[in-house]
């Protein structure tokens, strides 16, 4: 009974914030997100990366390792997409991204934080932190089929993982009044960005349910089983393990609907949306199973 009330104290609270924003993108179809994109962009992203990297007792051999790992499970994503997409005769290069990045920030960076703690917040981070490092190289090389050095440089979030490695790397005391400031932000950007997500929820259009339901149900079905494999192979236990599971069980990204949206053409933009809808709308019932699985084995 105990890891059932474990289970609701992790997911009430998330589900909860999403809803609140789907109901508010619903009377609202006008309801602007500009200010909390902006803010979750430059601001709140770059300070919850430095935060939860440099303050939760994540080393830099842990950093690193669970940053590798998320790589190889990010491979293992492309491998199962790039067939799925051939054999419905997709765009699989364009309609990729929807597949390969999970929404590990957005949803996985809090699920993991109400399951394992601090711990589990920093761990979830370094495995966040490919996603992001990855949303502006390969899915915009992917949505644009060439590659921008520009956008990489103006992207404020990947110098909050830099600076945080940089202070991981020597050993240096984040001074307190930094620490409470991106303390502030890395919560309220936490609140921001799971309501911004019902929102976006609110607005998405499915164009072909059929097609959307199996890439979706591929998105949330298969990345736990890929993620699973590789901790049974590298026979990795604890909390650590845990997070990599989670974070590999989240449905796919909204920020590849943006950056689809800005550099696709519309008939792959409305697939990469639906995929969204489907996978986050199947993860409702996935991710509760692979929480509870976490919390039961990986402790």
């Given at each position: 009974m105990e890891i059932y009330l474990k289970l609701l104290d992790v997911l009430f609270p998330v589900f909860f914030i999403i809803g609140v924003g789907y109901y508010l993108g619903l009377k609202d179809p006008k309801f602007d997100t500009r200010f909390i994109t902006n803010f979750a962009g430059n601001i709140g992203t770059p300070a919850m990366i430095f935060y939860t990297i440099t303050t939760t007792g994540v080393t830099l051999a842990v950093f690193i390792e669970y940053f590798i790992y998320a790589l190889i499970v990010i491979g293992g994503f492309s491998l199962v997409g790039l067939a799925f997409l051939f054999f419905l005769k997709k765009d699989v290069i364009s309609e990729l991204p929807p597949l390969i990045l999970p929404n590990t920030g957005n949803m996985g960076v809090p699920i993991c934080l109400f399951a394992y703690g601090t711990a589990g917040l920093g761990v979830a981070s370094a495995i966040a932190s490919v996603i992001i490092l990855l949303h502006f190289t390969v899915g915009v090389l992917l949505a644009k089929k060439s590659f921008s050095l520009q956008i990489l440089i103006k992207n404020v979030p990947i110098y909050g993982i830099i600076i945080a490695i940089i202070f991981l790397y020597f050993e240096?005391?984040?001074?307190?009044?930094?620490?409470?400031?991106?303390?502030?932000?890395?919560?309220?950007?936490?609140?921001?960005?799971?309501?911004?997500?019902?929102?976006?929820?609110?607005?998405?259009?499915?164009?072909?349910?059929?097609?959307?339901?199996?890439?979706?149900?591929?998105?949330?079905?298969?990345?736990?089983?890929?993620?699973?494999?590789?901790?049974?192979?590298?026979?990795?236990?604890?909390?650590?393990?845990?997070?990599?599971?989670?974070?590999?069980?989240?449905?796919?990204?909204?920020?590849?609907?943006?950056?689809?949206?800005?550099?696709?053409k519309k008939r792959v933009v409305d697939s990469v949306a639906s995929v969204i809808v489907t996978s986050t709308l199947m993860s409702l019932i996935t991710i509760p199973i692979v929480v509870f699985y976490s919390l039961k084995f990986f402790q």
């Open positions: 240096w005391e984040v001074p307190g009044f930094i620490e409470n400031t991106t303390f502030l932000l890395t919560y309220t950007t936490i609140f921001l960005v799971l309501m911004s997500l019902g929102i976006a929820l609110s607005r998405f259009k499915v164009v072909s349910w059929t097609h959307a339901s199996i890439l979706g149900g591929v998105r949330v079905i298969i990345g736990p089983i890929i993620g699973f494999s590789l901790i049974k192979y590298l026979n990795l236990e604890g909390f650590p393990a845990g997070v990599l599971l989670i974070q590999s069980s989240m449905p796919s990204a909204v920020l590849t609907y943006l950056v689809g949206s800005m550099y696709s």
